[in-house]
């Protein structure tokens, strides 16, 4: 029998969706470019090799599916997503459908969906997150794309897809790009999420001079209560974590120095273009660019000495900290949804907020409880800051001075908290009515004549009495 589905590209997450894909009962056409990766791959198939239908000649591979073939393909962003699809061209037809599941950057899917528009067959981008355990039991799927191609592949995305009390977390979000947009903000508020836990980290390794171990327990209490997440469970049992080799804690042997592969600076990079605040985000991604100028902050350490660091924890407790991340989190998914909202409007795309919280409260990397409250927060009203529903402004309201706190003692005693820093400003600038933009159009009309509108009266394009010269 033909296959019902294809995937090109047999890497550790390909080969994972494929094996995910095949254990939920559909029949799936593999490819990989080196032969030998298709022949290793069926050989540690198991049981689920039945399903697998392999073949070495990309002809043969798409002459196994079905018609209108689906194929999904997992091969590195970028230009050989292009070179796949113009491999597969000359070989489908124009009701056919190719499937990116890469992290691709979502102007090259809002040009590819437009390519497939004018010369076929059907494209779609769908945004895949949980790494290779979630690839292979259960991802969260962003989908965007061709509405008519979700609803023919979308039940076995929503199959293979993690699951939320039965709920699927899957769901088309948007045409074009939509679904690869919303898999670029999920990992810029994976950055940020990321950051702000290692910045609490930070004051209390170098702050409170706890041990790894000592912090590890503080993250697997913490992950009992609000903040509950795959991000803070992780970085639980990264802490506490000894290294074989040396019986070190394994955080006291890795190098500070972190890598990224681009998404979350394309985030950063969608906000500033949107001109919609993401300035947590930004934040994060600018700290791993610090971070991997090792030799300069050796250089900067010599030059101006360690930083101050002991606090002491009469003035600042660890629970200040977990309320800071509370509100620290609360502003950066305010922020990323925001985001998301802007890209909606600007394009058209149809991006429904709540679904996205809920295809978010499971399988991917920023799962959460407090992605349940978001969820229901947003439907409630899609369209206000995050900040503003109730349930958030309530905890805000709770958890603002420790947040506060958090970031002046870590400022006073030299402790990087540039995350939350940027949290706090932005939580600051937005609950303040007057702010002093008022200076900056003051400015731009002094030296170049913009003009400004006033308090006192309707209409723009009003100038100041300046002198010139
Ligand atoms: C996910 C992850 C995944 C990957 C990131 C890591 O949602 O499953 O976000 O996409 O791990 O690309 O990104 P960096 O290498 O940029 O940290």
């Not at 709770?398 to 939350?420: D, I, K, S, W, Y």
Request: proline fraction near 4%.
């Amino acid at each position: 029998a033909l296959a019902e589905i294809g995937l090109i590209g047999l890497g550790t997450m390909g080969g994972n969706l494929a094996l995910n894909i095949a254990e939920n009962g559909f029949q799936i056409a593999v490819f990989n470019r080196t032969a030998a990766k298709t022949e290793q791959f069926i050989a540690k198939a198991g049981d689920l090799s039945s399903k697998l239908v392999p073949s070495t000649k990309l002809e043969d591979f798409v002459a196994s599916i079905k018609s209108p073939r689906a194929i999904i393909l997992m091969v590195p962003a970028g230009d050989a997503v292009d070179a796949q699809i113009e491999a597969l061209r000359p070989l489908l037809d124009a009701g056919d459908l190719i499937i990116d599941a890469g992290n691709a950057n979502y102007h090259d899917t809002n040009r590819r969906a437009q390519e497939a528009a004018e010369c076929g067959p059907r494209f779609m981008g769908i945004g895949v997150s949980g790494g290779e355990e979630g690839a292979r039991f259960g991802p969260s799927i962003m989908g965007g794309g061709a509405k008519d191609a979700w609803d023919q592949v979308g039940h076995i995305l929503e199959s293979i897809s993690a699951k939320h009390d039965d709920e699927p977390c899957a769901a088309f979000l948007g045409e074009a790009g939509a679904g690869h947009l919303v898999k670029t903000v999920h990992n810029g508020i994976e950055y940020a999420d990321m950051q702000m836990i290692a910045e609490v980290y930070g004051v209390m390794r170098d702050g409170f001079g706890m041990s790894a171990g000592e912090i590890g327990d503080v993250f697997e209490k913490w992950n009992d209560g609000i903040l509950q997440s795959y991000l803070i469970e992780i970085s639980g049992k990264v802490a506490k974590t000894a290294d074989p080799e040396t019986g070190k804690p394994m955080l006291d042997i890795i190098l500070d120095k972190a890598g990224q592969k681009g998404t979350g600076r394309w985030t950063a990079i969608e906000a500033l273009m949107l001109g919609t605040p993401a300035s947590a985000i930004e934040a994060a991604v600018a700290v791993r660019n610090m971070s991997a100028r090792y030799e300069e902050r050796q250089k900067g350490e010599a030059a101006f000495g360690p930083a101050p660091s002991k606090l002491d924890r009469n003035v600042l407790a660890v629970e200040a900290l977990e309320a800071a991340l509370i509100a620290g989190k609360i502003v950066c998914y305010a922020q990323g949804f925001g985001l998301i909202l802007e890209a909606a409007r600007q394009y058209d795309w149809d991006m429904p907020l709540p679904v996205i919280a809920k295809i978010w409260r499971n399988g991917c990397i920023i799962r959460s409880s407090m992605l349940n409250d978001m969820a229901e927060a947003l439907e409630g009203d899609a369209t206000r800051n995050l900040m503003l529903a109730p349930l958030f402004s309530e905890k805000l309201k709770e958890t603002e001075t420790h947040l506060r706190q958090v970031v002046a003692h870590a400022a006073l005693h030299g402790l990087p908290v540039p995350a939350l820093s940027a949290a706090l400003s932005y939580f600051d600038i937005m609950r303040t009515e007057r702010s002093t933009a008022n200076m900056l159009q003051g400015q731009r009309d002094f030296f170049g004549a913009h003009g400004f509108e006033r308090t006192d009266k309707d209409g723009s394009g009003f100038h100041g009495p300046w002198a010139m010269g």
